[in-house]
């Protein structure tokens, strides 16, 4: 009986059946991949239950001013763990003459 429980539970949950364990994974993961500084300044992570997946996003943050927003993302598969997408962002390059220009258009907004 306990068997077949643990079959049934897995079956109809998943391997990973809750945001935790998908939130402890990423977590795992990303610090395993990883700078730690970048896996710390994505904190706080949030999970999304995306049906078939969990979906775990850092926050966005900004360490280089020249370049763009970095963000970490995880995408757990719920049936059997596989990681489908691990990944910190890079930003974009934006170059010194781009970045004066749109402070040039910020002050001249009304």
């Given at each position: 009986?306990?068997?077949?429980?643990?079959?049934?539970?897995?079956?109809?949950?998943?391997?990973?059946?809750?945001?935790?364990?998908?939130?402890?994974?990423?977590r795992l993961l990303l610090s395993h991949h990883y700078q730690s500084?970048?896996?710390?300044?994505?904190?706080?992570?949030?999970?999304?239950?995306?049906?078939?997946?969990?979906?775990?996003?850092?926050?966005?943050?900004?360490?280089?001013?020249?370049?763009?927003?970095?963000?970490?993302?995880?995408?757990?598969?719920?049936?059997?763990g596989r990681i489908i997408d691990l990944e910190i962002s890079m930003?974009m390059i934006v170059q010194p003459e781009a970045l004066k220009a749109?402070?040039?258009?910020?002050?001249?907004?009304?």
């Amino acid at each position: 009986m306990k068997t077949s429980m643990f079959i049934r539970h897995h079956l109809l949950g998943g391997a990973v059946n809750t945001g935790d364990l998908a939130l402890a994974m990423a977590r795992l993961l990303l610090s395993h991949h990883y700078q730690s500084e970048d896996v710390r300044q994505s904190e706080p992570l949030t999970v999304t239950d995306n049906g078939t997946e969990w979906l775990i996003e850092g926050a966005p943050y900004r360490p280089y001013k020249d370049l763009g927003d970095r963000q970490a993302l995880v995408r757990i598969a719920k049936r059997d763990g596989r990681i489908i997408d691990l990944e910190i962002s890079m930003g974009m390059i934006v170059q010194p003459e781009a970045l004066k220009a749109i402070e040039a258009a910020k002050q001249k907004k009304p």
